[in-house]
């Protein structure tokens, strides 16, 4: 198993430039979710989906937007980067919370961005 | 809205000792998550607790939750330089919208 991955690893955008982040999990997880880490400001949860065709807004959802078309993937759009979006992005991805006390979320790798 | 509170930020011991880190949440929440991070990799789940009273340990760590108080401990025993880490609490939102909101973490240093 992979578990989940994230594409691409590394990525700098000019300020206006989109892009899509691809996260990937084989691991048949209901939930997945986006979060950005930022320093001293632990991790902020950007959106979520709690099963596949569903999407729902987490914390600092503004300028981003998300697809869960598949199952396994996650799918984070940045429509017209801004500096401020400078972070590290991770996904994640878990079973169905608090219905055992394996469910814990996996996380993938991370995602550098940034935008000049 | 849910907040999630770490207490210390920033912590720096000597091998052998013990500490405690703090994790207040604001809501009524009976899931809570303890991750560690080293330093430019990702997250690796430490605990689940998913109970009020809920007691978990494995090797120098212990972590706790106190429903009631809305408080979960991460206590370290005789500390290795291992250990050196950051660490995050998250709080499950639970049936509200299943969202999990972690605190800023604590960035664990243990000097040799």
């Known amino acids: 198993n992979a578990g989940v991955t994230q594409t691409p690893k590394f990525r700098v955008l000019k300020t206006g430039q989109s892009m899509t982040l691809l996260c990937a999990q084989d691991m048949n997880h209901e939930y997945m979710y986006w979060y950005r880490q930022d320093p001293g400001m632990g991790l902020r949860l950007i959106h979520y989906s709690v099963g596949e065709g569903t999407t729902a807004k987490g914390e600092v959802p503004d300028g981003y937007n998300v697809s869960r078309l598949k199952k396994q993937n996650f799918l984070l759009g940045l429509e017209s980067a801004a500096p401020s979006q400078t972070s590290v992005y991770f996904c994640?991805?878990?079973?169905?919370?608090?219905?055992?006390?394996?469910?814990?979320?996996?996380f993938g790798p991370g995602t550098r961005l940034t935008v000049l | 809205e849910l907040k999630v509170e770490q207490n210390p930020l920033f912590l720096s011991m000597q091998e052998g000792k013990n500490y405690t880190i703090y994790c207040n949440y604001s809501t009524t929440s009976d899931r809570l998550y303890w991750y560690r991070q080293d330093p430019g990799k990702s997250l690796e789940s430490l605990f689940v607790l998913l109970s009020n009273g809920a007691v978990k340990q494995e090797g120098r760590l212990m972590a706790s939750l106190d429903t009631k108080a809305r408080l979960s401990t991460l206590h370290i025993t005789a500390a290795v330089h291992d250990l050196s880490a950051t660490y995050f609490c998250a709080v499950d939102t639970m049936n509200r919208d299943d969202k999990i909101i972690f605190g800023k973490g604590t960035r664990l240093h243990i000097l040799p």
């Open positions: 994640a991805s878990s079973y169905v919370l608090g219905t055992s006390e394996r469910n814990e979320q996996f």
